[in-house]
């Protein structure tokens, strides 16, 4: 008997050979499975050139000098932040996140962003047309069954197209301002009270919050998951966007900034204030741009559906100014396309800017009312030749 053959080494050489194939492949797995994990991640994944030394020089001083001018008689309370690749430039988090106690803001406070919300729930959409589970030409009815309006589509959602009416215009009488809504109780209150369009769809744009209620609604049925989860997995986890979440509980309320109006008077919470998909999204400038910085890669949002996000839906009136799929726009011939979206909503006021041709992304959100974050031309324009005006 040879020492291999021996009983104390089950079946001699071919059980060493199977254990060293069994760890090699195994250790191929975990590896695998480490390189997958770390796609999914996206922080990896996501990495772009960073500016050269003159490029951050320049625009760092065009930031600070802007943010200079534009915030000198009264200072600003929020955050602001330029980036180009993904890198910061520029940044500012100050004033207060809550006047009352006194509490900072400090740049991982998130602050509510209103409609900027809006670009983020179209983003959930199309990576759940891109997973296809979600046909953007698709009948609303073929994932909510009792939605009264069957010749309107996702598409004509996230375009605004759809003619549906603003929620808060048809749910005054409905509830009296004595209950909580929510996405299911707008879509029931558009049931039980035979709500009407306010022209037939794909007629012409018309912005309404309600849209992109039923498109969270939409999201929730195909995911299975709660609205607040479903952004969570699709978005902010996967991106690592670790200060932003939906509004899903009064905990969440009370860790984010307060709301305030331009004398710093608080906005209590009211009867519309747990409707999300049109609004609701808690976030920082940096997680922002994060979100941003992603749309530039076709891992994150195919082509096909970038291209059709990134274009303007609605020619029927002249003009400069146009809506995409949750995301305005500024086009003119010769010009750069100018795509972001602004945002307000019980004092909190902001603009998130995508200078996409120079992937360059620009934040001011506050949340105190604030109409010069909507004013950043002057500092868009020292970037590139952007349209940024209503008529030229």
Not at 36 to 62: C, V, Y
Not at 96 to 116: G, M, N, Q
Not at 204 to 231: D, Q, R
Request: glycine share 6%; net charge positive; with cysteine.
């Amino acid at each position: 008997m040879t020492f291999l053959n021996a009983p104390f080494y089950p079946n001699g050489m071919s059980f060493y050979i199977r254990f060293f194939l069994a760890c090699l492949l195994l250790l191929t797995a975990c590896e695998s499975k480490e390189r997958n994990s770390k796609a999914l991640s996206g922080i990896e994944s996501f990495d772009m050139e960073a500016p050269t030394r003159h490029d951050k020089q320049w625009m760092h001083d065009s930031a600070q000098v802007f943010f200079q001018k534009q915030f000198n008689k009264v200072p600003f309370n929020g955050h602001f932040l330029v980036a180009k690749n993904g890198h910061i430039l520029f940044s500012k988090s100050m004033g207060y996140a809550d006047f009352e106690h006194k509490i900072k803001l400090s740049p991982l406070t998130p602050i509510h962003v209103a409609s900027i919300s809006k670009v983020a729930t179209a983003l959930a959409v199309l990576r759940l047309v891109d997973q296809k589970k979600i046909k953007l030409n698709a009948k609303v009815t073929r994932y909510l069954k009792n939605f009264p309006f069957p010749e309107i589509t996702v598409k004509s959602l996230l375009n605004h197209r759809s003619g549906l009416p603003y929620y808060g215009y048809f749910t005054n009488d409905a509830c009296r301002r004595n209950s909580m809504l929510n996405n299911d109780s707008i879509l029931e209150i558009m049931v039980k009270h035979k709500v009407s369009l306010n022209f037939p769809t794909n007629k012409k744009f018309a912005y309404s919050n309600t849209n992109f209620v039923i498109l969270a609604l939409i999201v929730e049925e195909v995911t299975g998951l709660p609205f607040p989860k479903a952004m969570q997995k699709l978005i902010f986890n996967p991106l690592k966007m670790e200060h932003s979440y939906v509004l899903s509980s009064y905990e969440d309320y009370k860790k984010a900034a307060k709301n305030y109006n331009a004398n710093h008077f608080p906005y209590p919470f009211g009867y519309l204030d747990a409707i999300y998909g049109d609004k609701n999204l808690y976030t920082t400038a940096k997680d922002l741009m994060t979100m941003d910085k992603a749309t530039c890669f076709n891992h994150f949002l195919s082509d096909s559906l970038r291209n059709q996000m990134y274009k303007g839906y609605s020619y029927e009136f002249p003009g400069t100014r146009n809506y995409g799929l949750g995301t305005r726009l500024k086009e003119q011939p010769g010009k750069k396309t100018f795509f972001f979206h602004t945002g307000w909503w019980h004092g909190n006021t902001g603009l998130y800017g995508s200078l996409r041709k120079d992937t360059i992304c620009i934040v001011a959100i506050s949340n105190v009312f604030d109409r010069r974050v909507y004013n950043l031309n002057d500092l868009i324009l020292d970037f590139g030749n952007y349209c940024v005006r209503d008529s030229e």
